[in-house]
């Protein structure tokens, strides 16, 4: 299982951005996802995540301005990011599991649930 994320960038507060999640050796539509993220100094939390129902979860930080999505027939996850605040600038990650349903719903799984994660997309927000 391989997955590269794209769509980061820098922009100001206010501002949207849209990440990308190519993934190979997997089936997005057949299980859970997730995005990550990481601030420098803080642990890695859980964004948003979406099952093989289409069940999504989001954190509270970002409900209302983030919307995880899939695309089946191009096997990738993304993650649309609306009124982008400095407190959103991380490294975000894309992540999978063997699992149809995401675990501990309606919370967001946990990072030890997943198993295969990319190398991280930069979102950087301004003021």
């Known amino acids: 299982v391989h997955l590269v994320e794209s769509g980061g960038g820098s922009v100001q507060a206010g501002g949207s951005l849209r990440l990308s999640c190519a993934i190979s050796?997997?089936?997005?539509?057949?299980?859970?996802m997730g995005w990550f993220r990481q601030a420098p100094g803080k642990e890695r939390e859980g964004v948003a995540s979406?099952?093989?129902?289409?069940?999504?979860n989001y954190a509270d930080s970002v409900k209302g301005r983030f919307t995880i999505t899939r695309d089946n027939v191009k096997n990738t996850l993304h993650l649309q990011m609306n009124s982008l605040n400095p407190e959103d600038t991380a490294m975000y990650y894309c992540?999978?599991?063997?699992?149809?349903?995401?675990?501990?719903?309606?919370?967001?799984?946990?990072?030890?649930?997943?198993?295969?994660w990319g190398q991280g997309t930069q979102v950087t927000v301004s003021s």
């Open positions: 979406i099952d093989s129902e289409e069940k999504t």
């Open positions: 050796g997997y089936t997005v539509s057949a299980y859970c």
């Open positions: 992540t999978a599991i063997y699992y149809k349903l995401c675990p501990n719903s309606p919370d967001l799984p946990y990072k030890r649930f997943f198993s295969f």
